[in-house]
C-alpha cells in the first residue's frame, strides 16, 4: 500500500500567514494527489485535485503543487475560517489511502 | 445541490452484520462511481470499498475484503455497504463519497461530494 506522511501534524499560525503543509508518498503517484479540509463534525471538503488543480468554489488563496513523492498545500493569506484540519490522498493504485492530517490551529 | 445520506448504522455485536445505505440526489447517479471510506479517531481516514457507475469495477480494502460487499442501484439512486462478520475494529464513521469524474471506470480523480456519514459501533 502507498503510505501517505503529512507534516507537520499539527501547526499554529495567525491571521493572515502563509501556511505550508506537505505531503510525502512512499512511492511516486504521478500527481493523483487530492486535499481536503474537515472541520469538526464534518465529512472532508475537497480543496485540490491532481495536485494543483483547484475545486470549484474553493477560494484561490489555496494551492497545490508537487508530483511523484512530494507535494505541498499553501494557504495564503490564512482566514479565520480556514482553521481546520488538511488531509491529503493518493489515487493512483488501490487502496485508495490518506494522509493522517494536519491541524491547522490558531495561534 | 449534491445530496449524499447514509443511513444504517447503530451497535451491534461481533460477528453479527450490519447493511449502510446512501441516497444520492442532485446528480445522475448512474454516471459516477461511488466509494465508501471510514474514519476513526485512532486510524483517520480509511478508503473501504468503490464500485464503478454500472457496477462491472468493484474494488475493497483488504481489511474487509471477503466480509464486505458493495453494491448500488441506480434505478434507486443507491449505494449499498452490506457488512457480514463485524469486528471490533470496524467500529467507524462511515462516509459515502462521489466520483468527481464522469466515467465507466473507477479511476478517480477525488472525491468531490461526501455524505455526513452513519456511525457504526461494534462491541460486546
Redesign the interface.
Known sequence: DIQLTQSPSFLSASVGDRVTITCRASQGISR?L?WYQQKPG?????LI??ASTL?IGVPSRFSGSGSGTEFTLTINSLQPEDFAIY?C?Q?KT????????TKVEIK | EVQLVESGGGLVQPGRSLRLSCEASGFIFDDYGMHWVRQTPEKGLEWVSGISSNSGNIVYADSVKGRFTISRDNAKNSLYLQMNSLRDEDTALYYCAKDAVLQQQLVPDAFDFWGQGTMVTVSS
Open positions: 493523483y487530492a464534518k465529512a472532508p471538503k475537497l485535485y491532481v475545486q488531509l490522498q489515487l488501490y487502496p485508495l489511502t490518506f494522509g493522517g492530517g
